[in-house]
């Protein structure tokens, strides 16, 4: 990547905090983790340029991606939140892209379909960005029952799910003991409004992957579970 390359995926960065962010926490974020910004830039440029290939290609894909991620977790910034806790859930969703959206990656999970049931789509709409920028399709679904019907006609790679879809609070795991009664055994990663200890091992006790809250943690699950299916 050229000097100018880097610059320009900084400016976009900021034009999109500037969109997000209030004034005050903007500064603050491009001052916290502007150098990491920076490193994050040069790290892309060590990709080796061969005949101007595949490598190429995966830096843009972690770079659309890094952007659209850092969006979801400032999107999901609490009311309230301090500067500091935007800073810090803004640059944890900019790493773990570095730290996991790797070439050999990014071509293993090129192309994987992934189901994605909630009844408020719009909710995610950066989430699947970042995702779909490294060649992850979805099939999106507002209700249990119509990602069965979906299920039926297709297979996935991988299921997320929200939790509660009126009138069934604990959809996310409704569906998951359907799936599984059937011998579905589908990467199944439920991202709901809680991470809390006893949610993430109650999930993995019924069968899914994991639970999350965080734009990083569902990321970092999705690619791992898609991976392992390759």
């Given at each position: 990547?050229?000097?100018?390359?880097?610059?320009?995926?900084?400016?976009?960065?900021?034009?999109?905090?500037?969109?997000?962010?209030?004034?005050?926490?903007?500064l603050f974020v491009l001052a916290r983790f502007g150098p990491a910004l920076r490193e994050f830039?040069?790290?892309?440029?060590?990709?080796?340029?061969?005949?101007?290939?595949?490598?190429?290609?995966?830096?843009?894909?972690?770079?659309?991606?890094?952007?659209?991620?850092?969006?979801?977790?400032?999107?999901?910034?609490?009311?309230?939140?301090?500067?500091?806790?935007?800073?810090?859930?803004?640059?944890?969703?900019?790493?773990?892209?570095?730290?996991?959206?790797?070439?050999?990656?990014?071509?293993?999970?090129?192309?994987?379909?992934?189901?994605?049931?909630?009844?408020?789509?719009?909710?995610?709409?950066h989430e699947r960005k970042a995702l779909e920028a490294l060649g992850i399709s979805f099939v999106?679904?507002?209700?249990?029952?119509?990602?069965?019907?979906?299920?039926?006609?297709?297979?996935?790679?991988?299921?997320?799910?929200?939790?509660?879809?009126?009138?069934?609070?604990?959809?996310?795991?409704?569906?998951?003991?359907?799936?599984?009664?059937?011998?579905?055994?589908?990467?199944?990663i439920i991202y709901a409004g809680s991470r809390a200890s006893e949610h993430r091992a109650e999930?993995?006790?019924?069968?899914?992957?994991?639970?999350?809250?965080?734009?990083?943690?569902?990321?970092?699950?999705?690619?791992?579970?898609?991976?392992?299916?390759?």
């Amino acid at each position: 990547m050229t000097i100018d390359d880097g610059v320009k995926l900084l400016d976009a960065i900021t034009k999109l905090f500037g969109v997000l962010v209030w004034p005050a926490v903007l500064l603050f974020v491009l001052a916290r983790f502007g150098p990491a910004l920076r490193e994050f830039a040069a790290n892309l440029g060590e990709f080796s340029l061969k005949g101007a290939g595949f490598e190429a290609s995966a830096k843009r894909k972690q770079a659309e991606a890094a952007k659209s991620l850092t969006a979801a977790a400032l999107s999901r910034t609490e009311s309230g939140a301090t500067p500091e806790t935007t800073a810090r859930d803004a640059q944890a969703a900019f790493d773990v892209v570095a730290e996991v959206a790797t070439p050999r990656v990014i071509r293993s999970v090129g192309k994987s379909s992934v189901l994605w049931v909630d009844d408020n789509p719009s909710n995610n709409v950066h989430e699947r960005k970042a995702l779909e920028a490294l060649g992850i399709s979805f099939v999106l679904a507002t209700s249990t029952d119509e990602a069965l019907e979906k299920l039926k006609r297709q297979s996935f790679d991988a299921i997320i799910s929200d939790m509660g879809r009126p009138p069934d609070m604990q959809a996310g795991y409704t569906l998951l003991e359907k799936l599984r009664t059937s011998d579905d055994r589908t990467p199944y990663i439920i991202y709901a409004g809680s991470r809390a200890s006893e949610h993430r091992a109650e999930a993995r006790r019924r069968g899914a992957v994991g639970c999350t809250n965080r734009p990083d943690e569902l990321f970092e699950m999705v690619l791992s579970a898609l991976g392992s299916k390759r």
